[in-house]
């Protein structure tokens, strides 16, 4: 962990350290409160405030991934399997679409647009097909084409 943060310009202190290993234990999605109780169950002593600068830092070198949910706390994820989000406006259900499928439109906005989209991410809303039934939301991956 020290190497990935040396590598992206970033001290290796130990409070990084810890939020790095919370993540690399706890993949997928995670807020901000949940990484601080993860880390106050070993680190009693690290505060909020330096755990959501950490995650800040981590995000702004490229190491995490800031998801907003529109209403709920952001969560943050390692960038290590690079994937966007779709969540239906009517079920709830997030699909995980692979980066493949939508950085040439994020690059077509560059291009076109002289607009560079901000490295968080929003999840993209809209519907679902009907064949998806209302309830929990849940988690679909989607792979690209061959």
Not at 68 to 78: F, K, M, N, P, T
Not at 79 to 91: A, D, G, V
Not at 97 to 105: K, R
Not at 111 to 133: E, L
Request: hydrophobic share 40%; aromatic share 4%.
């Amino acid at each position: 962990m020290t190497d990935q943060l040396i590598a992206v310009g970033l001290r290796s202190t130990p409070q990084r350290q810890m939020v790095l290993e919370v993540l690399v234990a706890q993949p997928g999605h995670i807020t901000a409160d949940t990484v601080l109780a993860a880390v106050h169950a070993r680190y009693p002593h690290l505060n909020k405030t330096t755990v959501y600068r950490t995650l800040e830092a981590l995000a702004q070198q490229g190491l995490v991934a800031v998801i907003h949910q529109g209403g709920r706390s952001a969560v943050y994820e390692l960038r290590e399997n690079r994937h966007h989000h779709l969540r239906c406006k009517e079920c709830d259900q997030e699909l995980a679409v692979p980066a493949s499928l939508l950085d040439p439109l994020r690059e077509q906005v560059r291009q076109v647009m002289a607009f560079n989209p901000a490295s968080t991410i929003s999840p993209w809303s809209g519907c679902a097909p009907p064949a998806r039934q209302p309830g929990p939301p849940t988690r679909l991956q989607l792979t690209a084409p061959a």
